[in-house]
């Protein structure tokens, strides 16, 4: 149930739009009614900046972009008029429609106007380079423009997000401009790439549960290439976060909002407290829907965090449902045999593997990506468990076809029909026929993943590190050796600790057994910002929650904070929805393209 205490954080307000021009000069007024912590700021006493107080794994100081964190509306236009020429600072989108190509979606594109926003190549150095290009999307408007912008991201890091401009469709924002952006490097901008000899290493790794000493030299010398192939790109040391917050800004400015709100899945929730601690007079209404650990290093992140995250949700909530179903999809009466099913089936195709249409060839690693990808939403488990059936049938047929021609024409029919389900869930990276923006999203989440913090280097240590994690988490924990950023040339980089400090209110929405993004991390969030308000979704799974899990809960309170300001005076427990019974699950237009951007 939603617990409904009164609500009474009040996020400031967004001042009304006037021409950026003015801003400078109007500041020294705008800061004297500016309120802070519930009283008057006063030009005399109050600090224009407050450095951040530490920093996560890095191998360099704080830059000056980092340290500067200017603590006003007043000093941080300052900043921003003196960091940027007149080509960045006087820009205006040209809004014109979107492309399909751009969006990704022929469905979507019709619906979205796009546009460019020019940014430094390195913000540290604006003046140096050639600008790159950034891409945003919104839905078209008529009359007035409303008074509030949502600045929208999937995550990843790296994920193409101009498709959530629609969130613009959900009836409570409709008096809100929602942008959809690319970050750099990935999407419809100036795009990174690492071309094809990336991801033929990362394919040609051996199996991670192959610990023998020429499997694990393999893989290192897999990881190394996939690294190498990454750093030829002249872009890969400025796609970071600290570049990437100060492209939102600039976003921002374009806009002409003096303050922006935010909406951030997964990764999108570490873009989103870090703008915060670079830019804190920025901050609106901040959502971080499904949050990572925003005071840890990605190392612990995603190789220490994820592994149990995405076992315990796959044990307790997809093998106990599709065991419950077990007359249906026969993969075994209890949540042990369904895992009995999975380990079975894997096994079989790491020995032997089975060339399915339209898919690189299925095997252990390739049954492992379906599995994961399923646990993102619930609403993908119907389809994983008719993939484990039809697996498990095709791979006992197999042996079955050679001496009966019954056999081998059953055999035909069932991997006909696998094959359309295999690829309809199957991770990008995997298909045949990998989509044009794969590649940039790829490279992007290796770049900003292994630039943001510090990562152990060493085949010794990620060997361990497999080890430990798959032989208590086998589903994601022997993968864990394969990991490029071990392996990586970071350029010189520390990224500030968030502490919260002079932020209004934000909101953290995560559930329970999130696989991606674990509960326990958010936790670590919302402790650290201490303005936050959490909502926790009890019995629920799912990643990325709002507008996009069908959570009447959810979406109120998320509703009512972005369009009021007002976040709830404690955290909120909001119930599960359950995972659907087959053939009922249903997803509205909105939901859909939520769904589709935040899922890898």
């Known amino acids: 149930m939603h617990q409904q205490p009164a609500p009474r954080r009040t996020a400031p307000p967004t001042a009304t739009p006037r021409n950026r021009r003015s801003l400078a000069a109007a500041g020294a007024v705008a800061l004297g009614a500016t309120l802070l912590a519930g009283g008057t700021a006063s030009a005399a006493s109050a600090p224009t900046t407050t450095a951040p107080t530490a920093a996560l794994p890095g191998d360099a100081p704080l830059s000056a972009l980092a340290t ?101 469709g959900q009836p409570a924002l409709a008096g809100t401009e929602v942008i959809g952006l690319d970050v750099r490097g990935t999407g419809a901008g100036s795009v990174l790439t690492c071309g094809a000899e990336a991801n033929a290493a990362m394919l040609q790794a051996p199996d991670p549960r192959d610990r023998s000493p020429e499997a694990l030299a393999a893989t290192a010398e897999a990881m190394r290439a996939t690294a190498a192939a990454c750093e030829d790109d002249p872009l890969v040391d400025v796609v970071n976060t600290e570049q990437t917050i100060a492209d939102v800004d600039l976003v921002r400015h374009a806009l002409d909002r003096e303050t922006i709100d935010w909406v951030g899945y997964s990764g999108g929730t570490w873009l989103g407290a870090q703008y915060a601690t670079y830019f804190p007079a920025r901050v609106g209404r901040f959502v971080l829907d499904s949050s990572v650990e925003a005071t840890a290093a990605f190392q612990e992140v995603f190789s220490e965090n994820q592994p149990p995250a995405f076992q315990r949700r796959f044990e307790a909530d997809f093998a106990t449902w599709a065991a419950s179903y077990d007359w249906l999809f026969g993969l075994g009466p209890t949540a042990g045999a369904v895992e009995g099913t999975y380990e079975r089936v894997r096994a079989e195709l790491a020995a032997r593997p089975l060339q399915v249409a339209g898919v690189v060839l299925v095997d252990g690693r390739v049954v492992d990506g379906l599995v994961a990808q399923a646990m993102y939403s619930k609403t993908l488990f119907e389809q994983l468990a008719w993939i484990l059936r039809g697996l498990d049938v095709v791979t006992g047929l197999r042996s079955a076809a050679g001496a009966d021609p019954a056999a081998g024409a059953a055999l035909d029919a069932a991997a006909a029909d696998l094959a359309g389900r295999v690829q309809a869930l199957l991770p990008e990276r995997l298909a045949e026929e990998r989509p044009a923006h794969a590649d940039s999203f790829a490279a992007t989440f290796l770049a900003t993943t292994c630039n943001d913090t510090a990562w152990t280097r060493g085949e010794d240590s990620w060997n361990d590190l497999g080890q430990i994690q798959g032989s208590q988490y086998p589903l994601r924990g022997w993968s864990v050796t394969q990991q490029p950023c071990g392996y990586w040339d970071r350029a010189p980089l520390s990224l500030p600790r968030p502490d919260g400090r002079d932020l209004p209110p934000l909101l953290i929405v995560q559930s329970r057994h999130d696989p991606a993004t674990s509960y326990e991390g958010a936790v670590e969030t919302h402790e650290a910002l201490g303005s936050s308000v959490m909502v926790t979704v009890e019995d629920e799974g799912d990643h990325a929650l709002y507008a996009s899990a069908g959570n009447p809960c959810v979406d109120a309170v998320v509703d009512e904070f972005l369009t009021t300001g007002v976040a709830p005076e404690q955290d909120v427990t909001c119930a599960g929805t359950g995972v659907p019974a087959p053939g009922s699950q249903w997803l509205t237009s909105v939901q859909q393209a939520v769904r589709s951007a935040v899922t890898p």
């Open 68 to 168: 500067a964190r200017p603590a006003t509306l007043a000093e941080a236009q300052q900043q921003f008029e003196q960091r940027y020429p007149a080509l960045y600072r006087e820009q205006e989108p040209a809004w014109a429609p979107c492309t399909a190509e751009a969006v990704g979606s022929a469905q979507l594109a019709p619906l979205l106007e796009c546009a460019e926003v020019l940014v430094p190549r390195d913000h540290l150095d604006p003046t140096a380079g050639e600008p790159l290009r950034i891409a945003i999307s919104r839905l078209p408007q008529t009359g007035e423009r409303p008074a509030r912008t949502i600045i929208t991201n999937p995550g990843g890091p790296g994920g193409a997000g101009l498709s959530l401009a629609t969130l613009g």
